[in-house]
């Protein structure tokens, strides 16, 4: 888990499968829009790089983190997608709520993978701090909307392999 020494924007292009005919759905969470928003953006960018269609592209928007298990589970059950990116930031504040948070959204996206209809990638930053999430939205660490995009293809090319 040394994200300090990878670069969320780094990787392998000639591994990546064509995205031509896929067909992806995003959920951002609204809270801390400032690096959700940056993370959509560069999966979208990347989703398009790799060949897929701005149409193929389905966005929707929930208010925090949590709502992220029901946004991407209503992505599965209606928008017709390949994969699921599921995109939000919680940072760490003064009570426990991070951990429960944290906890609870990625349990219900783990819960949602293992249905087994449609992957399910976890674009879910939990940061110590806003640094640690500037890093990683364009920053130093370069961004997890382009790791989120890059696995969310190879999911897809992986159910249909
Ligand atoms: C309430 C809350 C807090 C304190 N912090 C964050 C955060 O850092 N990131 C985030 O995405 N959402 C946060 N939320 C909102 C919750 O995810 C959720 O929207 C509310 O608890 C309502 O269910």
């Known amino acids: 888990m040394a994200s300090a020494l990878h670069n969320l924007s780094s990787y392998d292009a000639t591994a990546v499968p064509d995205a031509m005919g896929m067909r992806f759905g995003i959920v951002v969470a609204d809270w801390n829009d400032k690096y959700t928003y940056a993370m959509a953006e560069a ?8 060949g897929a269609d701005e149409s193929d592209i389905v966005i929707k928007h929930v208010p ?37 948070i944290c906890q609870g959204t990625t349990q219900g996206l783990a819960d949602l993978n293992t249905r087994g209809e ?13 640094q640690q999430a500037e890093e990683r939205c364009g920053g130093r660490l370069g961004n997890k909307g382009t790791e989120c995009a890059v696995t969310a293809i190879k999911m897809v090319a992986y159910k249909e392999d």
């Not at 390949?82 to 991070?98: E, L």
């Open 43 to 50: 999966a979208v960018q990347t989703l398009i790089h790799h």
């Open 64 to 100: 925090g983190s949590f709502e992220l298990i029901y946004g991407a589970t209503w992505m599965v059950d209606n928008a017709e997608v390949d994969a699921v990116i599921a995109i939000g930031c919680v940072i760490r504040g003064d009570t426990p709520h991070f951990d429960y």
């Open 118 to 130: 449609v992957p399910v990638v976890y674009g879910l930053l939990t940061c110590n701090t806003p």
